[in-house]
């Protein structure tokens, strides 16, 4: 990719980032002065000036660590799983993993294949989702459909919470949540119930204070002899290279229009790319900001005014409040359609699907029933791509050719056979009676019921089963 579109020339590597600030003539230009050093010499500093900055450092560099009782007592180890890389160093311990997000999971589920008993700490549980979805395709395949999308939001969760549930029953796996499936961040694992019901993981509830070897837990219960505890309570939001007066973190919760762009600076020449926590993968959300802020930046496109944009921002906070539970990790959560379509709908890339069944019914078919993927924002508007109806079509084909890495000799099957014979059974006899009752389908399908009702009762006086009849068979006769 990056030789495709000759980046390298572009790309400074091994480079720290000490300060982004104004330039002196940012009032007039809208200009940032950027004070680097190498990675390997950070006294070795140099000031550059840009025309425009997007900050692309994530959030998820700056570990946040809980603060329990007795942390300075502990004569165990305690690490936060940023610090985590595999197993190796933690085998044959007794280990407490705290946290039930993806990383908790993961790193519990890993550690339970190499160690005597892994302990998961979790104050509120968590609806843990398989990654494949029906037929065994990837989730996020099957859930980030426009369909899913318009539907009614409490059939979706409902529809979420079942199929869930249906997998295992989170009560007696120690994992209830105590709030619904779309309330919080999924958490998605098909190995944690499978190391659970072998006892190589047990859930227990949070911690309420810790002893020099030991962990006791809220519910009383007490676990001795713990050699490890592994944090994985998420992450701090910050950016140490901007001063407060330039764009401030407070709790995880920031001032952002669309989660990009800082509301009131005098020029928007400084966006977040990726500064979302979305229910799908992050790098189309990304990508479709980027073509957002360089429109943006070329002044191809305009920001609203600042109070325009911190209504924006207002409201999207306070939905945000009403659907999910009072976490650091869930100031940032965006649906993953919704969010594309809104800034597409601003860069003039969200495709018209009204439009594309009148002229591309095929298409429009893949677009609202198939996988949302990225092709589908380069269809139309600016940065189209002349293959994007090609990817678009052939999504499902790509996901299967990636894991089907054996040929399989496949039967051909005419499997709707079946369903022509069923329907010729219902019809045919409704034509009839049309026919007879001259095109009152009322009255034939009252005929076809009366004469099946007295097929019925004919059978049931053919298949009496008397003395005589049964002892040629050799059955067994009496009154019942």
């Known amino acids: 990719y990056a030789k495709k579109f000759n980046l390298n020339n572009h790309i400074q590597y091994n480079t720290f980032v000490h300060q982004i600030e104004p330039a002196n003539d940012y009032d007039q230009t809208g ?61 044959n311990k007794k280990i407490v993993v705290v946290g039930i997000g993806n990383s908790a999971v993961d790193l519990a589920c890993e550690l339970s294949h190499h160690n005597s008993q892994v302990f998961l700490s979790t104050r509120r549980g968590a609806w843990v989702f398989s990654r494949l979805g029906p037929g065994g395709a990837p989730v996020d395949h099957f859930f980030n459909r426009f369909i899913n999308a318009v539907m009614p939001f409490k059939i979706l969760e409902a529809e979420l919470q079942k199929g869930c549930s249906d997998r295992f029953d989170h009560a007696h796996y120690g994992l209830k949540s105590a709030y619904s499936a779309l309330a919080q961040h999924p958490t998605m694992s098909d190995e944690l119930p499978v190391r659970i019901i072998c006892g190589a993981i047990k859930a227990k509830d949070n911690i309420k204070y810790l002893d020099e070897h030991d962990v006791t837990f809220v519910d009383g219960t007490v676990e001795k002899d713990i050699d490890t505890i592994v944090y994985c309570t998420g992450y701090k939001f910050g950016f140490p290279f901007l001063d407060s ?37 992050i790098m189309p959300m990304s990508e479709i900001q980027s073509r957002w802020v360089a429109r943006v930046f070329t002044k191809k496109c305009q920001l609203p005014s600042e109070n325009a944009m911190m209504a924006d921002i207002k409201l999207k906070r306070d939905k945000m409040a009403a659907r999910y539970s009072e976490s650091p990790r869930h100031t940032i959560e965006v649906d ?19 439009k594309m069944f009148f002229t591309d019914p095929k298409l429009a078919f893949k677009c609202v029933f198939g996988p949302c993927t990225p092709p589908q924002y380069r269809l139309e508007g600016p940065h189209s791509w002349e293959g994007a109806k090609q990817a678009v079509e052939s999504v499902n084909s790509n996901v299967i050719g990636s894991i089907c890495t054996r040929q399989v000799k496949m039967v051909q099957r005419n499997s709707n056979i079946r369903w022509y014979l069923l329907l010729a059974v219902i019809l045919i006899p409704i034509s009839y009676g049309m026919y007879r009752r001259n095109g009152d389908v009322m009255g034939a399908i009252n005929d076809i019921g009366g004469t099946c009702v007295s097929a019925f009762e004919q059978l049931k006086t053919w298949c009496i089963i008397t003395e005589e009849t049964a002892r040629p068979f050799g059955l067994c006769y009496d009154n019942t």
């Open 336 to 354: 993953a359609i919704p969010y594309l379509n809104e800034i597409g709908s601003i860069v003039g890339c969200k495709p018209n699907l009204l």
């Open 245 to 281: 007066s330039i764009f401030e973190v407070k709790d995880n919760k920031c001032d952002l229009y669309k989660y990009v762009f800082p509301p009131h600076l005098k020029h928007p020449t400084l966006a977040m790319i990726g500064f979302v926590q979305p229910i799908g993968a």
């Open 31 to 91: 200009r940032w002065d950027i004070t680097t050093s190498p990675s390997d010499d950070l006294t070795n500093k140099t000031t550059t000036t840009f025309d425009g900055v997007m900050v692309c450092s994530g959030h998820h560099w700056d570990p946040r660590m809980p603060s329990f009782t007795g942390m300075d007592k502990f004569k165990g180890r305690q690490l936060h799983s940023h610090d985590y890389k595999d197993y190796r160093g933690f085998e």
